[in-house]
């Protein structure tokens, strides 16, 4: 065997699977990535194990045949979803809905890894927590931290390539504290604060209703309430955090900054929770609260500053070059900085 | 027509529809009560119109049977329940459940109407708000306060008998800050801290492990937070009320000392919201948290005499004698501290 044809023979697909979108990519043994695919939601707990089957299938499709690879020449597949591998919570509503149970002839992790079956793909598949994907998009370092603050919000502690400890990660009703969900509920709490007179007025209240549609009759504070409750009621809880970004957008209001304020604080304490002197590697901060919004970061940078850490702080867009990474070792590839910097930047270059 | 006959003909019925249990108290013009019944959960938010509707049915016939008074001797029945009358915020699933839809041949406040033609009362029904009815459980004063923190909180302004503005009441989600969800839920996410180290240790977890049955691995942290987080999202959110006791069970220990007083320190915002100057009537408390907890009532206690109010602070059971002056001020009836110190006393002899 040549050796082009055995790296033509050893190809990976990586898989991050999440709650809006799926991506996919094809990488080979040297951490190139040749191809990329993009499906719908791939989340099994928010869209059932039907539909994220089918996304993931999509992606993948795309990815090989961007790639120009055959499905017999994948020689594994690991996909990153939430709740997956045991290092991490069991899977849970973190997008809101009723937990799924897999289908029996499905099995879980199985169903999957069935999932690529009709694409000829037979390797098998593994299922990595998002959380660590997040991680290893940012470094190949095997120690150091996450932080991702998105609809939800947890922070993770990896050593020797796996996940050790896990702050948050609860999901909407008992945990998420500073994730995006947090900060829209808190968007509608202070302005339904306001009109009723137990908060102050805030700026956020002529955002909010500009974004619900909800008429604004300065003279009936009580309209304002009645179709607010109406309106967020009738939504799933988790969806709150399409307010969020308004928090954001009042940047002159004292409601609104103290929102950050404790959305950022709360995210620095469930990083903290994490942290040990026995481990000093880098800290990767994912998500779109973390990713749109410097305030957090920055207040996060300061907070690990203050404590000493002098480690790099990165931010990645989402999982898929960790989950590559993720694929890669798995498959007995040293993830060094040179095939990290390979894998990033021919990645860059297809998306 | 003799006085007898005409005092004997003019009988009203109260009924206080709770999510919980009904009771239902059939009154005379003078303020006496004359029978009292029970039937199950009254309200449509939680239970559905039909069971609602069969359950006020219970009470009444329960007491029309134990007053030895006919139906058609009755002038008029009035119904207090959550979202009643128009003064307050419309109807939402304050119990947690999804908002259901009035039979179409029901329509509303016109299906509890009809619920009372089987017992042959063909009276009008009229709804009120749970909240007043709370309000003159505690006094006649047609100017004054309620502050109710049961399942949901919220407080109220009355002006000539009427309610003129509310605070909070928004339900578990939006608000209801406070109250025994939010009390539960804070006892629920500190044992959470706890386990993966964002908080302070805590008595709470012990409390809430055997209160859930989840053994208690002191070893594993991460076993006590799968165990939690899968128990809790299968219970409805509202639920969560069930585990306030714990808080108030553990009087020695920092983290629940610091929810009661969380939880005091809510309900006080939220009275302070409704207070105005112009009114310095009494102040009427009720719902579980106040009824059982004094700590949570001499908080509020403090806080008014610290704002210079001097009236009396009434603590309340329930809806159900509220409901009866409401019934005797829709009659007509002049309800003043005699004619409520005879329903008070008649009410109290029947249960």
Chains 1, 2 share one sequence.
Do not use: K
Not at 46 to 52: D, I, L, P, T, V
Not at 272 to 277: D, E, K, Q, S
Not at 278 to 306: I, M, T, W
């Amino acid at each position: 065997v040549s050796d082009t044809e055995s790296v033509t023979m050893a190809h990976h697909v990586a898989i991050d699977a999440g709650g809006t979108s799926t991506r996919a990519v094809v990488v080979d043994v040297t951490g190139r990535c040749l191809g990329h695919g993009r499906g719908g939601a791939g989340n099994p707990i928010s869209s059932g194990w039907e539909a994220a089957v089918g996304s993931l299938a999509d992606a993948v499709g795309q990815a090989l045949s961007a790639a120009s690879i055959p499905a017999y020449a994948i020689r594994s597949a690991v996909v990153a979803m939430a709740g997956g591998a045991s290092a991490t919570p069991p899977m849970r509503p973190v997008e809101g809905g009723p937990r799924p149970e897999p289908p029996a002839e499905a099995g879980g992790e199985d169903g999957i890894g069935n999932a690529l079956l009709p694409l000829g793909v037979t390797a098998p598949v593994h299922v990595e927590a998002d959380l660590l994907a997040q991680y290893f998009s940012g470094t190949p370092a095997a120690e150091g931290y996450a932080l991702v603050a998105g609809t939800g919000a947890a922070a993770i502690r990896v050593e020797d390539g796996s996940i050790t400890r896990v702050a948050d990660g609860l999901g909407w009703l008992l945990g998420d504290a500073g994730s995006g969900f947090w900060i829209g509920r808190e968007v509608v709490r202070s302005v339904l604060s306001a009109a009723d007179g137990r908060g102050p007025a805030t700026a956020l209240t002529g955002l909010l209703l500009a974004e619900t549609g909800i008429p604004h009759p300065a003279t009936d504070a009580r309209a304002v309430t009645r179709g607010l409750v109406d309106l967020l009621y009738s939504m799933r809880p988790v969806h709150l955090a399409r307010f969020a970004p308004l928090a954001f957008a009042a940047d002159e209001d004292d409601v609104a900054i103290g929102i950050v304020e404790g959305a950022a604080n709360a995210l620095t304490d469930t990083l903290t929770a994490v942290l040990t002197g026995d481990v000093d590697g880098p800290v990767v901060l994912g998500g779109s609260v973390l990713r749109h919004q410097p305030r957090v970061g920055d207040r996060v940078r300061e907070h690990l500053a203050g404590l000493g850490r002098q480690g790099p702080v990165h931010v990645v867009p989402d999982g898929l070059l960790g989950a590559a990474v993720l694929a890669l070792r798995r498959a007995g590839t040293t993830v060094d900085a040179a095939v990290f910097a390979r894998a990033d930047a021919s990645l860059a270059r297809l998306r």
